[in-house]
């Protein structure tokens, strides 16, 4: 699956295949609610958390400030960190709700330790808790936009059942609302969003899929190494909208060589896709030398591209 | 040929109790002719199966069935006689079985005051694998009857059936109970065999069959016990009595497979087997041995071939069943066969495993073929087990070896590492440990003695790697004291019949020592010479006389004064506490010093660890003073002292995961980067699971020209599934640029350009490679 960046987009939806075409400027939206922690270990966990993505989001994603909301059980203005009350929680809402524009990306991360079960399910606030039916309500006027609503709480499975909808990606720690042990997903799907190491194509962008991918094959591996039998299990709404939901990577260059030579490589990378095609009904040493030219070929092209001051 | 008769009325290796019929008829005073003739028909179909002619047995016990399913108004003795003709129809017929079942039930109901039912229904249980079933059954018999010896040999047979010690115990009182009863001598015989005290299991035998000469299990058990020690004549005269019972003596050949099994002496034990089969093909005994250890030798569809046929005929044993399921599994394992060994692991394990291990192994061979100057058929096929279960049926039967690891020769069967949770174990050792058995039982034809091939395998743990092998624990040192070790010529019994827990963890430690001191007082080549004893068929006195000169009397106080001159002051600073507990000095002062870092009196806790340590300077446990002492220094900033402390906890600690972490950190702190490598090897052995060991590793290895240890490092990562798989596999290519092999790391380069070619580091370095060879 092919991401592409939108130019002065970095968290950006990949709805084209032609890398040189120029959208219109599209924004990033970010929301962060972080419930209540219960002991001092939580605490640090979704706060860590937090700072991933707060800090992605302003330096990767160059997502503005006016557009970043961060909520804690504890207010914090230095850092422009406001109360996580549902009421606060329903505000923020409304004020994304004037600020976005059609074709936006709204990302809604959910820390903490949730309870209930289906439209009743809840994640634990300082003073009344949100319910999944909330959510459902504060997101409905968003069609217009796309959401990635992450829910990183124990508990939280039912929520995909009750917010999936068309332009939304749904992504819980948890596969069902039983899953209430302690979980590990957040600092993970986090890890792998705002870093590298999920970038599974290593095309400088990592789109929620491979985050999410990251983060359960991770997940598994605390379990395994612990011998602790897994008591959650992550769950994904839209795995096709979720591959081409990406974030990171640099801006297409306005620069006419530069974008020639990006479509050049471009069309290399399309070769090696068709070389892989063949590759059974090749011999190994023809496919290898064939394979060998066109990489050299498209590294050649990075080289060039740089060079004429372009970012890959 | 005395008690012929009563021969006749076994069914299961038990005869029927006393008077059993009479009463049984007494019941029914109508008892007719009829019920007598099924008795009887039931008893000649019996023994035309003890004679081994099957065909016999089966027509008698259908013409028995017949007879019965006419019977209007069956007494309980035509349900007996029923349900042991349906006994004798059950191979292959799990439904007769059943059925049998039910009719031991039927005759139980019929007349409650009578137990044969009863103990030929739980009989038929443990002969199906449900021992515990079987267990409350005669202990309910036992609560009846207090003193009915059947039930006592019964019960004796779950507990010898699910390892217990207690067994003989239980089958001593049978025979007190009722010293005519041979079948209390032939599990007692067979009890001494396992535990390899040959003289009272011949005894045993022999008592056997004196009370009943026609009793095959009884031959059968002297013949093994004779082909173990070597005594021809007797064997040539057990066989032949063996002959005359059963023509075709399958269950004779069976009994001495079984019993050079325990010998370790697996290809004579599937040849034993074989021949069993030859004579009866349809004897489940003799193909679940041959089955079994088929696949000890590593003949894997011999083996799968055999059990097929076993589970065929006998679908209740579970036994069976599992190493089928085994098989099965085996398909889906990986093979990978590198020099001389081949590493059959699950496929997420296999190459970060054999990575380690072959290596390992390899230098293991030389080193140990030079010592014992015998070297084992290769490949040596070494197994990884994942799961606890599927090692167990691996090694089942052989009891107090632990779950570690196993030796069948040159096939070697362990636990993965992850199988056990981190610090828990050592692979390493444990891999080497079974290699050395393969040396050790090889270069004495498989004839030595348990307690010396785990001492040996210890002992060459210690020489293979800084701190692997077992060590003096505060438990033993207070064992010791409490004189609870058993004596050296004794020490086969502390694995056979532990009698405490700890006893066979002891016996490995205990064994090694003794090793020690051969070698120390007899020099190197002693060890060796104790093995050739051995596999000139002498026996443990006549390999005491030839090697070391001594009486046994002469070793075990010879050994004493070893110990006692080599733990001399821990054993005045720890003493034992209540039966499972250490007590003294040391201990004393370590709770004082504990206590004292608790109220933060470091200088105080600090003179109270370094007290400890000087009353037991060779405790390496990770909660010794040694470790709270590097702590400390650590914590004052005094470097160099604390990593004088946590070695001496690494060197003597082969699972001390966090005082190697802890050396690894300091040293590389320090400027000591080679020996923080050192330290992160240690660690790898005790749980090779840690990325971020392998990366430091990796790292430091390159920065001091290691390339080989680095591609090494770089290639278990990739084997670890990590999370990124191109950027490591891009970090192999490195490594192997670094190593010189161009070729290698272009082809790692290509594999992950194909699958990303934007990956920008990638691309750079292909383009570095082009043009150089």
């Known amino acids: 699956m092919m991401k592409l960046t939108l130019v002065g987009a970095l968290f950006s939806i990949a709805l084209i295949t032609t890398p040189s075409r120029t959208l219109t400027a599209q924004q990033t939206h970010v929301l962060i609610v972080q419930g209540l922690s219960g002991e001092p270990q939580y605490r640090k966990q979704f706060d860590s958390t937090a700072a991933l993505v707060r800090n992605a989001a302003r330096k990767k994603w160059n997502v503005a400030d006016s557009n970043l909301t961060i909520l804690s059980e504890q207010a914090n203005s230095a850092q422009r960190v406001g109360k996580a009350t549902r009421e606060a929680v329903a505000q923020a809402f409304l004020d994304m709700s004037r600020r976005v524009k059609p074709g936006d990306v709204v990302l809604i991360m959910l820390l903490g330790h949730g309870s209930g079960d289906g439209a009743a399910s809840k994640v634990n606030l300082p003073g009344a808790d949100p319910t999944a039916a909330d959510f459902g309500g504060w997101i409905s006027g968003f069609d217009r936009q796309t959401i990635v609503f992450v829910n990183a709480a124990t508990a939280s499975g039912d929520f995909v059942s009750v917010l999936e909808g068309k332009g939304r990606v749904i992504v819980t720690a948890t596969r069902t609302a039983m899953e209430k042990n302690e979980s590990v997903f957040a600092p993970y799907f986090a890890a792998g969003l705002t870093g590298d190491a999920a970038d599974s194509d290593k095309d400088g962008r990592v789109s929620v899929l491979e985050a999410f991918g990251y983060a359960s094959k991770e997940v598994a591996r605390v379990y395994e190494s612990s011998n602790r039998l897994q008591t959650e299990h992550a769950k994904l709404s839209d795995s096709t909208l979720a591959a081409r939901v990406a974030f990171g990577g640099a801006a297409a260059s306005s620069d006419p060589r530069v974008a020639a030579l990006v479509a050049e490589r471009q069309k290399l990378e399309d070769e090696v896709a068709t070389l892989r095609g063949k590759k059974t009904s090749m011999s190994a040493s023809d496919y290898d030398r064939e394979l060998e030219r066109l990489l050299l070929a498209i590294a050649e092209k990075s080289q060039a591209i740089r060079a004429a001051g372009g970012k890959l | 040929m005395i008690q012929r008769s009563l021969r006749f009325a076994v069914a299961f290796g038990f005869s029927l109790v006393a008077g059993a019929t009479g009463c049984l008829d007494a019941q029914k005073p109508g008892a007719d002719n009829a019920s007598s003739a099924l008795t009887s028909e039931v008893a000649a179909a019996e023994a035309a199966l003890e004679r081994g002619d099957r065909t016999v047995a089966i027509q008698g016990a259908t013409r028995v069935v017949d007879a019965f399913e006419n019977i209007r108004s069956p007494n309980a003795s035509d349900h007996l006689a029923a349900g042991r003709a349906f006994v004798l129809l059950g191979p292959g017929n799990a439904g007769a079985v059943k059925r049998a079942l039910a009719e031991f039930d039927a005759a139980t109901a019929a007349n409650p005051a009578n137990q044969e039912g009863e103990l030929r229904a739980v009989n038929l249980f443990l002969d199906k694998y449900q021992a515990d079933d079987a267990r409350k059954s005669f202990e309910k018999v036992l609560t009846a009857d207090p003193q009915n010896?059947?039930?006592?040999?019964?019960?004796?047979?779950?507990?010898?059936?699910?390892?217990?010690?207690?067994?003989?115990a239980t089958a001593r009182k049978s025979s007190e109970a009722d010293p005519a009863l041979s079948d209390a001598h032939v599990l007692l015989s067979k009890l001494y065999l396992e535990s390899e005290d040959y003289d009272s299991a011949a005894a045993n035998a022999k008592r056997a069959i004196e009370i009943d000469s026609t009793s095959i299990s009884a031959w059968s058990l002297l013949g093994a016990t004779a082909w173990v020690t070597g005594d021809s004549a007797t064997l040539r005269r057990a066989r032949a009595a063996a002959t005359r019972l059963q023509p075709k003596p399958a269950s004779f050949y069976t009994e001495i497979a079984e019993a050079a099994v325990r010998q370790r002496r697996y290809a004579e034990a599937v040849d034993l087997a074989r021949k069993a089969v030859g004579l009866d093909s349809l004897s489940v005994p003799a193909l679940g041995v041959l089955g079994i250890n088929a696949l000890r030798i590593g003949a894997t569809d011999e083996s799968r071939t055999m059990l097929e046929r076993a589970f065929a005929l006998d679908a209740f044993n579970v036994w069976h069943k599992n190493t089928l399921d085994l098989l099965d599994k085996f398909k889906d394992f990986t093979t990978i066969e590198r020099g001389r060994f081949q590493v059959i692991a699950p496929p997420q394990e296999a190459e970060l495993l054999a990575l380690y291990a072959i290596p390992l192994l390899e230098a293991g061979y030389d080193s140990l073929a030079a010592r014992y100057r015998y070297k084992p058929d290769t490949p040596v096929r070494l197994e990884f087990?994942?799961?606890?279960?599927?090692?167990?049926?691996?090694?089942?039967?052989?009891?107090?070896?632990?779950?570690?690891g196993v030796s069948f020769g040159n096939v070697l069967a362990m636990g993965t590492p992850s199988s056990r949770q981190r610090g828990e174990g050592n692979w390493g050792s444990t891999a080497l440990h079974e290699l050395a058995h393969a040396f050790t039982l090889g270069a004495s034809g498989h004839r030595v003695p348990r307690w010396l091939s785990e001492g040996m395998s210890v002992l060459e743990e210690r020489r293979a790697g800084r701190g692997w092998g077992a060590d003096a624990s505060l438990p033993f040192i207070a064992a010791l004291s409490a004189g609870r070790l058993r004596p050296m010529s004794q020490l086969n019994d502390g694995f056979m019949r532990?009698?405490?827990?700890?006893?066979?963890?002891?016996?490995?430690?205990?064994?090694?020592?003794?090793?020690?001191?051969?070698?120390?007082?007899?020099?190197a080549p002693a060890l060796r010479a104790m093995l050739i004893g051995y596999r000139d068929g002498l026996d443990t006195p006549g390999v005491f006389k030839r090697v070391l000169g001594q009486t046994p009397e002469q070793v075990d106080a010879a050994f004493e004064q070893y110990m006692r001159g080599r733990f001399a002051k821990p054993l005045q600073a720890v003493s034992a506490g209540d039966s499972t507990s250490a007590a003294g000095s040391f201990v004393i002062t370590m709770q004082a010093g504990v206590a004292l870092l608790e109220r933060a009196s470091r200088d105080s806790a600090m003179m109270m660890f370094e007290r400890a340590r000087a009353m037991f300077p060779d405790y390496g446990g990770s909660d010794g003073p040694s470790w709270y002492i590097a702590r400390l220094e650590r914590d004052a900033g005094n470097i160099p002292a604390a990593l004088i402390s946590i070695s001496q906890v690494t060197a003597r600690n082969e699972t001390a995961w966090d005082a190697n972490m802890l050396e690894a950190d300091l040293r590389e702190k320090s400027g000591d980067d080679l020996g923080a490598m050192t330290a992160l090897e240690r660690l790898i052995w005790i749980f090779p699971y840690d990325v971020t060991i392998h990366t430091r590793l990796a790292a430091l290895a390159a920065k001091h020209g290691d390339h080989i240890r680095s591609v090494r490092e770089r290639r278990a990562i990739l084997a670890l599934d990590p999370a990124d798989p191109l950027n490591a596999r891009y970090e192999l290519a490195r490594a192997m640029v670094d190593s010189g092999d161009v070729a290698g790391a272009r082809r790692e380069l290509l594999q992950v350009l194909e699958k990303a070619p934007s990956f920008e580091k990638a691309q750079t370095l292909l383009l570095q490679l082009r043009g150089r060879s």
């Open chain 2, 498 to 523: 532990p009698r405490f827990p700890e006893e066979v963890q002891f016996s490995y430690y205990q064994a090694s020592l003794f090793c020690e001191m051969v070698e120390t007082q007899k020099g």
């Open chain 2, 385 to 404: 087990y994942r799961y606890n279960a599927d090692f167990s049926v691996r090694t089942v039967g052989l009891t107090g070896l632990g779950a570690l």
């Open chain 2, 149 to 168: 010896a059947r039930a006592m040999l019964g019960l004796a047979r779950v507990q010898h059936f699910q390892g217990k010690a207690d067994a003989f």
